[in-house]
């Protein structure tokens, strides 16, 4: 069976994600720092709350995310494991196919 991302609860969470986000964002304007991409999964899912589970006894989904001092967060991950977390991360996060990353990167920076 295909493996979904699921949201995290707050309350679990400590904080949502876009206090987490805003909080990032202010560091990175206040630093001069355009973007900073997260490659690590355990960040990814901190950052957004977001488990899933690709790999065995670990609660990560395997993902990459790109975080600019204002816009959206542009998260690079499998869309057929989007469905639980799409409506509720839709207004901080643009979801990119995983594989177009390289893409992404190549043309933008």
Do not use: C
Not at 54 to 80: M, N
């Amino acid at each position: 069976p295909q493996s979904q991302a699921f949201i995290h609860e707050e309350k679990y969470a400590g904080k949502s994600s876009i206090d987490k986000l805003h909080k990032i964002q202010s560091i990175l304007e206040s630093s001069f720092i355009d973007y900073y991409i997260l490659t690590s999964l355990d960040s990814i899912a901190w950052l957004l709350n977001i488990r899933g589970n690709d790999i065995l006894h670990t609660p990560l989904i395997f993902s990459f995310a790109i975080v600019s001092q204002s816009k959206k967060i542009e998260l690079f991950i499998d869309h057929s494991k989007i469905a639980n977390i799409k409506n509720k991360l839709d207004n901080i996060v643009n979801f990119q196919p995983f594989k177009n990353i390289k893409y992404f990167l190549k043309i933008r920076f």
